[in-house]
Nanobody, 128 residues
Framework: QVQLVESGGGSVQAGGSLRLACAAS????????MGWFRQAPGKERDFVAA????????RYADSVKGRFTISRDNAKNTVYLQMNNLKPEDTALYYC?????????????????????WGRGTQVTVSS
């Protein structure tokens, strides 16, 4: 069982930056992945970025590649999402999620159905 708590959301102007954090607590798994997803009003929940905890291998959605960076801090058991050059279309509720059984031989997964634990979300609003 894993508990996830997001923080760092807020309102910024287009071109600005925000850094989201997700603190994880509970059981530690040998195969583990962490991801960020987002959902805007009237739209489906979309994949943003993911990281394999053990190796640091990352994966990004095309819409955020080059602007967002996912990372982890082993000492703090926390995953971050650095968001630069934000655009109005980035406005959404951002969720942190954990993939408890990510195989050791593969890269982080992008489907929400592969994730087992979810945070409550943090709001990001970007104005033009």
């Amino acid at each position: 069982q894993v508990q996830l708590v997001e923080s760092g959301g807020g309102s910024v102007q287009a071109g600005g930056s925000l850094r989201l954090a997700c603190a994880a607590s509970g059981r530690t798994f040998s195969s583990y992945g962490m991801g960020w997803f987002r959902q805007a009003p009237g739209k489906e929940r979309d994949f943003v970025a993911a990281i394999k905890w053990s190796s640091g291998t990352t994966r990004y959605a095309d819409s955020v590649k080059g602007r967002f960076t996912i990372s982890r801090d082993n000492a703090k058991n926390t995953v971050y999402l650095q968001m630069n050059n934000l655009k109005p279309e980035d406005t959404a509720l951002y969720y942190c999620a954990a993939d408890r059984d990510l195989p050791t031989w593969r890269s982080p997964r992008a489907s929400a159905s592969d994730y087992d634990y979810w945070g409550r979300g943090t709001q990001v609003t970007v104005s033009s």
